[in-house]
């Protein structure tokens, strides 16, 4: 592997791993004068550097976002410089076994999730990336025409974490002696159907050692909101010892890391994001919505994401100034009457029957105030202006640039992304 390609591999993972940020770089000596290092700029936003090959200059790469970057993606882009060095060592074994996938811009993303996850550095060579390997492969496989899935729960203090179990929600069952990890794991179809991912994981340790299976006590006391928000997860991971993480298959071709119900990691394409649920708080909060209202709208915005759900919303500036609709996805009588029922509604009320996603998800425009009650549902409305601005993108793209032009705007894809608009601008993307 040359120089060249470490570092369009880094600068490509790094694109996927911290979204939204403009990513720059120049050849040029770095203060102060050391082969690699970090820095905290104006404004939130992140310089580092590194050498990326013997008797090399150093290359600077300065990321930067309008709203800043959270701690959590400083944690991340603070381990590249070492990470830089390790690879490009003589003699790296890492350097080696990541030769092939750095060239095809895949691997450095690995590299850093597995450091991410060992703050400790009790891992060196990243060896419990295999963890999340075995579940990348099975994310593409089916069984009996269902997608199959399975997950972990790992720890680095297998006692003080199994002591604490009693009080988390969930149950364990430990197995009668250790099993060793192995890349097979996934081989029989029992390994993945006693363990699903959404209500049971096999719990590991350090050692990559599997001791035995957490259970979920009571699975149905949560919605699909709440359970696509990970809020199912927080007994495993909140205040329990040995810097516990949970990763398991998505409800599609992905792979979940989970190390807090804020902070995630997502595996897909191919490519790691790091996904900080506290940039879309702090985005909510600039418009005025209160804390409760922020929670129960991230949860919303994810649970469609996840769930394959499409969707337009609106928060608008003003309550009394909204896009003009040009027509209704239903016309019909019923329409009309369900419409009547549902708008005034507060997005608590709805949440509390799990109607909530049923009706963003509908198509046309959904327009909720800034205190949580719905003003309209099932808008056309006119995108001409949004037109003007991009030439490409679906309806629900342009209908989406259309409405921000009055506030908020959020745009679910079905395959996925969420989009944030405000007057016209891109502000955030997950």
Same mark, same amino acid.
């Given at each position: 592997m040359t120089p060249a390609q470490l570092v369009e591999g880094v600068l490509v993972s790094l694109g996927q791993l911290i979204p939204n940020t403009r990513i720059r770089q120049q050849i040029e000596a770095a203060p102060p004068l050391t082969s690699s290092g970090f820095q905290v700029t104006e404004g939130r936003n992140v310089r580092l550097w590194f050498c990326p090959g013997p008797d090399q200059e150093p290359l600077v790469i300065s990321l930067e976002r309008e709203m800043g970057l959270t701690d959590r993606e400083m944690d991340l882009l603070r381990l590249v410089p070492p990470a830089i060095a390790e690879l490009s060592s003589a003699g790296s074994q890492a350097f080696l076994g990541l030769g092939l996938k750095f060239s095809n811009k895949i691997g450095f993303g690995d590299l850093l999730v597995a450091r991410f996850l060992d703050p400790e550095k009790a891992d060196p060579e990243g060896l419990r990336i295999g963890l999340l390997a075995v579940l990348q492969d099975l994310s593409f496989r089916y069984y009996e025409d269902k997608r199959c899935s399975s997950g972990f729960c790992f720890t680095s203090d297998l006692e003080a974490f199994t002591a604490a179990l009693s009080a988390s929600g969930f149950l364990y069952s430990p197995f009668e002696t250790p099993v060793d990890f192995h890349y097979d794991l996934f081989s029989s179809p029992a390994s993945f159907r006693y363990v699903d991912g959404r209500n049971s994981y096999y719990v590991v340790d350090a050692q990559l050692k599997l001791h035995g299976i957490v259970r979920l006590k009571n699975p149905d006391q949560y919605s699909l909101v709440a359970r696509l928000r990970n809020q199912h997860l927080k007994g495993l991971l909140a205040g329990m010892p040995g810097q516990p993480w949970v990763a398991f298959v998505g409800l599609r071709e992905e792979v979940f890391v989970i190390v807090s119900p804020e902070v995630q990691l997502k595996w897909s394409r191919n490519h790691w994001q790091l996904r900080d649920r506290s940039l879309l708080f702090t985005l909510l909060a600039r418009f005025g919505l209160a804390t409760d209202l922020q929670e129960l709208l991230v949860s919303l915005f994810f649970a469609l994401s996840e769930g394959g759900l499409g969707a337009s919303i609106l928060i608008p500036? *003003? #309550?009394?100034?909204?896009? +003009? @609709? !040009?027509?209704?996805? *239903?016309? +019909?009588?019923?329409?009309?009457?369900? /419409? @009547?029922?549902?708008?005034?509604?507060?997005?608590?009320?709805?949440?509390?029957?799990?109607?909530? &996603?049923?009706?963003?998800?509908? *198509?046309?425009?959904? +327009?909720?105030? /800034?205190?949580? /009650?719905?003003? /309209?549902?099932?808008?056309? !409305?006119?995108?001409?202006? @949004? @037109? &003007?601005?991009? #030439?490409?993108?679906?309806?629900? #793209?342009?209908a989406g640039i259309a409405a921000s032009f009055f506030g908020l705007s959020i745009k679910i894809s079905q395959n996925g992304p969420v989009s944030f608009w405000h007057r016209g601008e891109l502000l955030l993307q997950f």
């Amino acid at each position: 592997m040359t120089p060249a390609q470490l570092v369009e591999g880094v600068l490509v993972s790094l694109g996927q791993l911290i979204p939204n940020t403009r990513i720059r770089q120049q050849i040029e000596a770095a203060p102060p004068l050391t082969s690699s290092g970090f820095q905290v700029t104006e404004g939130r936003n992140v310089r580092l550097w590194f050498c990326p090959g013997p008797d090399q200059e150093p290359l600077v790469i300065s990321l930067e976002r309008e709203m800043g970057l959270t701690d959590r993606e400083m944690d991340l882009l603070r381990l590249v410089p070492p990470a830089i060095a390790e690879l490009s060592s003589a003699g790296s074994q890492a350097f080696l076994g990541l030769g092939l996938k750095f060239s095809n811009k895949i691997g450095f993303g690995d590299l850093l999730v597995a450091r991410f996850l060992d703050p400790e550095k009790a891992d060196p060579e990243g060896l419990r990336i295999g963890l999340l390997a075995v579940l990348q492969d099975l994310s593409f496989r089916y069984y009996e025409d269902k997608r199959c899935s399975s997950g972990f729960c790992f720890t680095s203090d297998l006692e003080a974490f199994t002591a604490a179990l009693s009080a988390s929600g969930f149950l364990y069952s430990p197995f009668e002696t250790p099993v060793d990890f192995h890349y097979d794991l996934f081989s029989s179809p029992a390994s993945f159907r006693y363990v699903d991912g959404r209500n049971s994981y096999y719990v590991v340790d350090a050692q990559l050692k599997l001791h035995g299976i957490v259970r979920l006590k009571n699975p149905d006391q949560y919605s699909l909101v709440a359970r696509l928000r990970n809020q199912h997860l927080k007994g495993l991971l909140a205040g329990m010892p040995g810097q516990p993480w949970v990763a398991f298959v998505g409800l599609r071709e992905e792979v979940f890391v989970i190390v807090s119900p804020e902070v995630q990691l997502k595996w897909s394409r191919n490519h790691w994001q790091l996904r900080d649920r506290s940039l879309l708080f702090t985005l909510l909060a600039r418009f005025g919505l209160a804390t409760d209202l922020q929670e129960l709208l991230v949860s919303l915005f994810f649970a469609l994401s996840e769930g394959g759900l499409g969707a337009s919303i609106l928060i608008p500036e *003003d #309550s009394a100034v909204l896009p +003009t @609709a !040009i027509g209704k996805i *239903d016309h +019909t009588e019923v329409g009309d009457h369900l /419409r @009547a029922l549902i708008q005034k509604q507060h997005i608590a009320e709805l949440n509390a029957t799990n109607s909530l &996603l049923g009706i963003v998800s509908s *198509d046309g425009l959904t +327009t909720i105030s /800034r205190d949580g /009650r719905i003003l /309209r549902c099932g808008d056309i !409305i006119d995108i001409s202006r @949004a @037109a &003007l601005l991009q #030439s490409q993108g679906g309806g629900r #793209s342009q209908a989406g640039i259309a409405a921000s032009f009055f506030g908020l705007s959020i745009k679910i894809s079905q395959n996925g992304p969420v989009s944030f608009w405000h007057r016209g601008e891109l502000l955030l993307q997950f």
